[in-house]
T-cell receptor, first 116, second 113 residues
Framework: EAGVAQSPRYKIIEKRQSVAFWCNPISGHATLYWYQQILGQGPKLLIQFQNNGVVDDSQLPKDRFSAERLKGVDSTLKIQPAKLEDSAVYLC??????????????FGEGSWLTVV | AQSVSQHNHHVILSEAASLELGCNYSYGGTVNLFWYVQYPGQHLQLLLKYFSGDPLVKGIKGFEAEFIKSKFSFNLRKPSVQWSDTAEYFCAVTVYNTDKLIFGTGTRLQVFP
């Protein structure tokens, strides 16, 4: 079974530039998550999708971050304009659940962003 | 707000030593508990999880964890570590009947031959 795919794996941009990350979840997984992992910290949930609808985006900095999952499959996370503190690993994850517990969440390898 | 604390930030052990990593959470209601592992250059993988039933949970690669409700703890243990256990370990919790994982800050384990 193919895992969660993410691209690009690494990105270096200057502050105030924009960047986009792409995620393809495991086939058939209805729930998709984007997490931000800053060096030395645990992953923090940015946004959760159930099919193509947003379940939770309470910790997404909406002035600069946006995410979409238009067809309920793959997803894009965008940052515009980037700040130095956005340097982090952006993890995409998916699960087969319908928003209830009991489902294992599978993570991709992450997209490493450095803002200089 | 719910939170997860991992007090051991960096643990260094020799092979065959026993391991115990601490995890405490703050939430008075029903929780589901997880340990994830991240090997160097790899993605986060589930080691084990507790939802209900026997509070002693066994996971992959010889790891186990014990849920102690009165102490709000879910410590990870392994009786004899191997060099291949070198990785970062994250404790996580979900609450409110959701899949929203709240992670601790992680513990970096280094095992020397």
């Amino acid at each position: 079974e193919a895992g969660v795919a993410q691209s690009p794996r690494y990105k270096i941009i200057e502050k105030r530039q924009s960047v986009a990350f792409w995620c393809n979840p495991i086939s058939g997984h209805a729930t998709l998550y984007w997490y931000q992992q800053i060096l030395g910290q645990g992953p923090k949930l940015l946004i959760q999708f159930q099919n193509n609808g947003v379940v939770d985006d309470s910790q997404l900095p909406k002035d600069r971050f946006s995410a979409e999952r238009l067809k309920g499959v793959d997803s894009t996370l965008k940052i515009q304009p980037a700040k130095l503190e956005d340097s982090a690993v952006y993890l995409c994850a998916s699960s087969s659940g319908q928003g209830s517990t009991g489902n294992t969440i599978y993570f991709g390898e992450g997209s490493w962003l450095t803002v200089v | 707000a719910q939170s997860v604390s991992q007090h051991n930030h960096h643990v260094i052990l020799s092979e065959a030593a026993s391991l115990e990593l601490g995890c405490n959470y703050s939430y008075g209601g029903t929780v589901n508990l997880f340990w994830y592992v991240q090997y160097p250059g790899q993605h986060l993988q589930l080691l084990l999880k507790y939802f209900s039933g026997d509070p002693l949970v066994k996971g992959i690669k010889g790891f186990e964890a014990e849920f102690i409700k009165s102490k709000f703890s879910f410590n990870l243990r392994k009786p004899s570590v191997q060099w291949s256990d070198t990785a970062e370990y994250f404790c996580a919790v979900t609450v409110y009947n959701t899949d929203k994982l709240i992670f601790g800050t992680g513990t970096r384990l280094q095992v020397f031959p």
